[in-house]
């Protein structure tokens, strides 16, 4: 039994080699058919012999039994193959390693061994499309990306890649055809989109890929410097621009400078300028165009600054300094300054003021206040007037009329009243006297002896007017003409307190008179007196109107002077702004309020008090 089985085993070993040999047999076959005349059959026979030689080298060096190589068998394939073009059949030739008894082959016999592997077949290859459309726009300060959708793409990647290396600085996974990605400004980039889809063995295939080039843009920091009649607008270099597209006045160009000037602009114009920075990319024969977002300046070109303000006068109130002054060329506004005793500086104390009087409260009685306006418009602030200074005093106690400084014009008999008739003493001409009071045409008089008379008006030649800014309180004006017993046709009454160049406004009856209206006002002066005594108003109209100048609106009282606004100009402004002291040539010049309201509301009829 045991000797049965290796005769298998030779056997087994003996067939591999006839397979071998036949194989190359039917490779000699083929090259001999191909050769000329039956004299070469030789030579053919000895390059066959050679390539045999290697086979049955190459087939004795794959048998594991030493038995398979006997040179004696050998021999024999050779003679085989010198024979004939065509290989026996193994099975039946005498060369068979393991014929049965019945002449078949064992049931063990086999072609190959068990160690041999059979050979893979080739993969094909896989062909990667292109992804189409890739686009990166800026978007909130980040790169939104797009592409085309890719037929059958499961999704897609998208790398974000050094431009200079390549490497990878992230990557995003989108289901969609868009994604956002954050880069740095002025950074150049690479966006490589990937379209996939799952193979075989469950990974991620590229189906198709797409690359280019990408820069986030930052947008220009804009400086505006604006003159007169021109404007230069600039701003700071962006990292990875290559130029910047300006827009001014409707007009779109592009520079490569960081500068833009405007010229042979309008004074005091409004102008609008906008800038973008640029890149593109040229890669593989394509433009890839970028913008940053878009800078936006709006600007004025400047106006000459105001003129200096002259003529500016102050008088004191009721703790407090009024302030008048006239118009200042290419004023838009003006600014109150106050000298601060303590710092030594001079301080804002209102800025903004529109109207050509201002008055600065709460100060202290008995201190002195010194002041300066200048003129504002949007080209700057003017020249500062010259100094003005204040000495606030208190507010009267008791009424009393507008007082003069005067020269007895020739020898003038006193009284001891303003109704008198005994003449008890005798100035001589050239005397300087002052005025304290005034009625039936007569003024009173303070002598160096400490006693008080009357004298005619006419024999008096005023040199100046004494008066205060100080107000009355609102209890002591409405005490005094209810005391005094004055009365009215209409609902309204008017007093002229020409002592604190005031004009108040009542409304009610005799006895019940109460204030509803009270401002400066600035009456006549020595030369041309405002009358003192009991009036009414009789008409009214819009204006009195000359060459260059008016007045409006008007209402006049009894003896031709009348209540009336500043003197206007019809260019703007005030010829004569002057406010709050004796200015006139008889009439009573008011603020625009007290005038606007007497025109409206006071009837003729209405009683006027001036004392």
Request: with cysteine; glycine share 8%; charged share 30%.
């Amino acid at each position: 039994m045991h000797m049965r089985k290796t005769a298998k085993g030779i056997c087994l070993a003996l067939s591999l080699i006839l397979l071998v040999n036949v194989a190359g047999l039917e490779v000699l076959a083929a090259d001999s058919s191909v050769q000329q005349g039956a004299d070469e059959t030789g030579a053919v026979q000895g390059n066959d012999a050679k390539v045999l030689d290697d086979t049955d080298k190459g087939s004795a060096d794959n048998t594991s039994d030493p038995a398979a190589g006997n040179t004696e068998d050998s021999g024999k394939d050779d003679e085989a193959q010198g024979d004939s073009s065509q290989p026996k059949d193994p099975a039946s030739g005498e060369n068979s390693t393991d014929p049965s008894e019945d002449g078949t082959p064992s049931e063990d016999n086999t072609d190959t061994d068990e160690g041999d592997t059979p050979s893979e077949e080739p993969k094909p290859e896989v062909t990667v499309g292109k992804v189409e459309g890739i686009t990166a726009k800026l978007v909130n300060n980040q790169l939104k990306v797009t592409w085309n959708q890719v037929a059958d793409a499961a999704k897609y990647r998208v790398d974000v890649l050094k431009y200079a290396d390549g490497v990878q600085v992230s990557t995003h996974e989108a289901p969609g055809t868009e994604v956002l990605v954050n880069v740095a400004q002025g950074e150049k980039y690479y966006i490589e989109v990937r379209a996939l889809k799952e193979g075989e063995d469950g990974t991620q295939v590229d189906l198709a890929v797409g690359k280019i080039p990408a820069i986030l843009l930052a947008a220009p920091s804009v400086t505006a410097k604006p003159e007169e009649t021109e404007i230069k607008f600039s701003w700071g270099a962006v990292a990875g621009a290559a130029q910047y597209e300006v827009t001014f006045n409707g007009k779109t160009e592009k520079v490569t400078a960081t500068s833009y000037e405007a010229k042979n602009l309008a004074k005091g114009k409004a102008y609008s300028f906008s800038v973008k920075a640029l890149c593109v990319f040229s890669e593989d024969g394509k433009d890839y165009p970028y913008e940053s977002a878009v800078t936006t300046v709006n600007t004025s070109t400047k106006i000459e600054k105001p003129a200096k303000v002259d003529e500016l006068t102050a008088i004191d109130g009721d703790k407090s300094a009024i302030l008048t002054w006239t118009k200042a060329a290419r004023a838009e506004s003006y600014v109150i300054y106050r000298y601060n005793d303590s710092s030594k500086k001079w301080e804002v104390v209102k800025k903004d003021v529109t109207k050509l009087t201002y008055t600065d409260k709460k100060l202290k009685q008995g201190k002195k206040y010194k002041y300066r306006v200048a003129a504002e418009n949007s080209g700057g602030v003017g020249a500062q007037s010259s100094t003005v200074t204040v000495s606030v005093k208190k507010t009267p106690d008791t009424v009393r009329s507008i007082g003069y400084k005067a020269v007895v014009k020739s020898r003038a008999p006193l009284f001891t009243s303003k109704k008198g008739t005994k003449r008890v003493k005798y100035l001589k001409a050239g005397t300087r006297v002052t005025t304290v009071d005034y009625g039936n045409r007569r003024y009173k008089i303070k002598l160096s002896d400490g006693k008080y008379y009357w004298l005619s008006k006419d024999r008096l030649r005023f040199t100046a007017s004494i008066w205060t800014t100080k107000d009355y309180s609102t209890k002591t004006k409405q005490d005094f003409v209810n005391k005094k017993g004055y009365k009215s046709k209409t609902k309204y009454l008017i007093w002229v307190s020409q002592y604190t160049q005031r004009v108040v406004i009542y409304k009610g009856s005799k006895g019940k008179w109460k204030v509803v209206r009270s401002g400066q006002c600035a009456t006549g002066t020595h030369k041309n007196m405002t009358p003192k005594r009991t009036m009414y108003l009789t008409y009214r109209k819009k204006g009195r109107y000359y060459r260059t100048q008016y007045e409006s609106p008007i209402v006049y009282f009894t003896g031709g002077n009348a209540f009336h606004s500043r003197i206007k100009l019809y260019s703007g402004g005030y010829a004569d702004a002057t406010i709050g002291r004796p200015k006139s040539h008889g009439c009573v010049r008011l603020l625009q309020p007290e005038i606007d309201y007497i025109y409206k509301y006071c009837p003729r009829g209405t009683t006027v008090v001036s004392y």
